[in-house]
């Protein structure tokens, strides 16, 4: 949940840099770009950042053993913070 803050607060501030937009712009934002994400990335994001799930236990789910939950999750953040980056600035 703190990393799911935590984008909230970037992607809000870069906004408001930018655009001086409001924070339900930064939601849909993300939204937007989670929608971009591979289905496999964008469900272990949900199940960890939205139902507080563990890594393993999110990739379990999805029938990953734990190095790749974990590989995927790190990957799934590097393309969200990415996609966040380019259409804030859009």
Do not use: F
Request: charged share 35%; proline share 2%.
């Amino acid at each position: 949940m703190k990393m799911l803050q935590r984008l909230m607060s970037d992607t809000k501030t870069r906004l408001a840099e930018n655009w001086q937009e409001t924070p339900a712009t930064a939601t849909d934002l993300i939204y937007r770009c989670l929608n971009l994400l591979d289905a496999e990335e964008k469900e272990l994001l949900r199940l960890v950042l939205w139902t507080g799930a563990r890594v393993p236990d999110a990739g379990e789910e999805l029938g990953m053993d734990s190095d790749e939950a974990h590989k995927t999750y790190e990957r799934a953040l590097r393309r969200l913070r990415k996609l966040l980056r380019v259409h804030s600035n859009t």
